[in-house]
C-alpha cells in the first residue's frame, strides 16, 4: 500500500457532539440540520507519518 487516509475518528464524535448541543440551543429540528459535516482528512504516505 502506497497511502492510506486518515479520518480522525476521534474528532468525528467531537463534531457530532457540537453540531447536536448546537441545534439544541437554537432549537433545531433534526430535518433542519445539514445532512453533511464536513470532517478533516489527511493522506498518509511513507513519507509523512
Excluded at 497511502?3 to 453540531?19: C, K, L, P, S
Amino acid at each position: 500500500m502506497l497511502a492510506t487516509i486518515n479520518q480522525f475518528a476521534e474528532r468525528q464524535a467531537v463534531f457530532g457532539v457540537d453540531i447536536a448541543l448546537k441545534a439544541v440551543a437554537e432549537q433545531r429540528k433534526e430535518s433542519e440540520l445539514s445532512k453533511v459535516i464536513e470532517t478533516p482528512l489527511q493522506l498518509v504516505t511513507a513519507t509523512n507519518h
